[in-house]
């Protein structure tokens, strides 16, 4: 299993320009999250889904989209990006029911916003 | 949502036993206490997490206070590669989505 994978690592944009991040999971995991990590930090939640065709907002929701248009995958969008979206962006991913509560963690999409 | 208070940072000894402490005032019944560490320029990973009694794993002990006000991380022998920031989270079982919720986290810097 690669467990959850995020694309692309690294990402300049300048401000105004619009880009997606893609998080994927093959553990068969309900619920994805997406988090931003700024220097010194701990992690802040977007926005969350709790099973496909579902998304709900986090902590920090503004200026960021999302979808979940199917179970493995789960996508992360900036419209038009502003330099405060600079920042390293985890997605996560948990399985549904059970004892065991366990996210497991992307290894990070790094953003600079010019 | 319920906060944790833990220190800025810890230093530790290679091979010596690590007690990371964190505080909880306000859980509530319905609060488990769980633990992740991050490492340098990764993602955070599961260290351990427990409801109201003392919890083991090959990684680490959770020493949970009797009345759940507080709690303890224990790595029994630590290595170069514990050095890592942990953070102490409270997650409601009754919330929506199963959040987790970061704070500062405590660094670990683990001395040869």
């Known amino acids: 299993n690669a467990g959850v994978t995020q694309t692309p690592k690294f990402r300049v944009l300048k401000t105004g320009q619009s880009m997606t991040l893609l998080c994927a999971q093959d553990?068969?995991?309900?619920?994805m999250y997406w988090y931003r990590q700024d220097p010194g930090m701990g992690l802040r939640l977007i926005h969350y889904?709790?099973?496909?065709?579902?998304?709900a907002k986090g902590e920090v929701p503004d200026g960021y989209n999302v979808s979940r248009l199917k179970k493995q995958n789960f996508l992360l969008g900036l419209e038009s990006a502003a330099p405060s979206q600079t920042s390293v962006y985890f997605c996560?991913?948990?399985?549904?029911?059970?004892?065991?509560?366990?996210?497991?963690f992307g290894p990070g999409t790094r953003l600079t916003v010019t | 949502d319920a906060k944790t208070t833990q220190p800025n940072s810890m230093e530790s000894n290679e091979e010596e036993p690590v007690h990371l402490p964190c505080n909880h005032s306000?859980?509530?019944?319905?609060?488990?206490i769980h633990w992740y560490r991050q490492l340098p320029s990764q993602g955070p990973e599961y260290v351990i997490h427990?409801?109201?009694s003392n919890v083991n794993n090959r990684m680490a002990s959770l020493a949970i206070a009797e009345d759940r006000k507080s709690s303890t991380l224990i790595l029994h022998r630590a290595t170069l590669r514990d050095a890592a920031v942990y953070y102490c989270?409270?997650?409601?079982?009754?919330?929506?989505?199963?959040?987790?919720?970061f704070g500062g986290g405590t660094r670990v810097l683990v001395k040869p």
């Open positions: 996560a991913s948990i399985r549904l029911g059970g004892r065991d509560y366990e996210q497991y």
């Open positions: 553990m068969n995991h309900e619920y």
């Open positions: 889904s709790v099973g496909e065709g579902t998304t």
């Open positions: 306000t859980i509530s019944g319905t609060d488990y």
């Open positions: 427990g409801l109201t």
């Open positions: 989270i409270l997650r409601d079982v009754l919330a929506a989505g199963n959040k987790l919720t």
